[in-house]
């Protein structure tokens, strides 16, 4: 999985996502197929994961820039000031 490959091995990462009913388990899933990395709901972190497999982001945090769209709605970001 090419998005495994740029996260770190452990440890925990953001998360954010579409809104709606397919949510939750869509978070559930990403942090299933990511184990044992940990995701936290929030964009608060050096990196984070976006999962829109509904439709894309309708706005990205400000804080945040795109470092890979991996396609099917699955984005890495990290933090602007992050290196």
């Known amino acids: 999985m090419?998005?495994?490959?740029?996260?770190?091995?452990?440890?925990?990462?953001?998360?954010?996502g579409d809104s709606g009913p397919s949510a939750i388990p869509d978070y559930y899933l990403a942090?299933?197929?990511?184990?044992p990395l940990v995701l936290?709901?929030?964009?608060?972190?050096?990196?984070v994961l976006g999962n829109y497999p509904s439709s894309m982001p309708?706005?990205?945090p400000p804080t945040l820039?795109?470092?890979?769209?991996f396609g099917?709605?699955?984005l890495l970001f990290a933090t602007k000031d992050a290196k």
């Open 2 to 16: 090419a998005l495994k490959s740029r996260l770190p091995e452990y440890g925990v990462v953001g998360y954010i």
């Open 31 to 35: 942090e299933y197929a990511l184990a």
């Open 40 to 47: 936290d709901r929030s964009p608060d972190h050096q990196l």
């Open 58 to 60: 309708p706005e990205i």
């Open 65 to 69: 820039r795109l470092i890979q769209d």
């Open 72 to 74: 099917n709605g699955v």
